[in-house]
């Protein structure tokens, strides 16, 4: 069974780091555009930060460049956002998911990992 | 950066009835377009990519259609289960952007 699941959210001040991490299970993420996603409280969905099966190409919305950095670690099958410089405003759910379909489409997700940023 | 508009942002309805959900973007982006369904503490579910196939596993009741920029979700007989926020999402260019969404609530 194809399953992703996030860790590595909580509370961190203004200014601070946090990295997430997502564990794959049931492919490869290698094999796959893999991707993050946030969803403030309340609120829409987001798109955070996107890397190519090859990792020669990483994509970031305007407001993370600079701060975040998406990776990935194919021996343990896992993907990465190293969030650093914190802001309230990152405050969100944030979700992995892996393409569908070939194309930059995503299903399925994990259940969402939440930082909050607030001193 | 292409914006996506979804309608409206509340829709009320009964089971059984039918459900029409619009997304308008501000730029041709042919086919390229895929709604997902969100329920409470859920993470979101693809339905539709393409504009027009549905995912798999997905309940024929769910259909997509549109291109260029106007776009419509359709779910023919509302299940209890449909009852959920639905999203729009472009992939023609980067950043990758999704729709405000649109809450389908009970009546």
């Known amino acids: 069974e194809v399953q992703l699941m996030e860790s590595g959210g909580g509370l961190v001040q203004p200014g601070g780091s946090l990295r997430l991490s997502c564990a794959a299970a049931?492919?490869?993420?290698?094999?796959?555009?893999m991707t993050w996603v946030r969803q403030s409280p309340g609120k829409g969905l987001e798109w955070v930060a996107s890397?190519?099966?090859?990792?020669?190409?990483?994509y970031y919305v305007d407001s993370v460049k600079g701060r975040f950095t998406i990776s990935r670690d194919d021996a343990k099958n896992s993907l990465y956002l190293q969030m650093n410089s914190l802001r309230a405003e990152d405050t969100a759910v944030y979700y992995c998911?892996?393409?569908?379909?070939?194309?930059?489409?995503?299903?399925?997700w994990g259940q969402g990992t939440l930082v909050t940023v607030s001193s | 950066e292409i914006v996506l508009t979804q309608s409206p942002v509340t829709l009320s309805l009964s089971p059984g009835e039918r459900a029409t959900l619009s997304c308008r973007a501000s730029?041709?982006?042919?086919?390229?377009l895929a709604w997902y369904q969100q329920k409470p503490g859920q993470a979101p579910r693809l339905l539709i990519y393409?504009?027009?196939n549905r995912a798999t596993g997905i309940p024929a009741r769910f259909s997509g259609s549109g291109s260029g920029t106007d776009f419509t979700l359709t779910i023919s007989n509302l299940e209890p289960e449909d009852f959920a926020v639905y999203y729009c999402?472009?992939?023609?260019?980067?950043?990758?952007?999704f729709g405000g969404g649109t809450e389908v609530e009970i009546k």
């Open positions: 998911a892996r393409e569908y379909s070939n194309a930059n489409w995503y299903d399925p």
């Open positions: 049931g492919f490869t993420v290698s094999s796959y555009w």
């Open positions: 890397i190519k099966q090859d990792g020669s190409a990483k």
């Open positions: 730029q041709n982006i042919a086919s390229y």
């Open positions: 393409g504009a027009s």
């Open positions: 999402q472009q992939r023609v260019n980067w950043p990758l952007t």
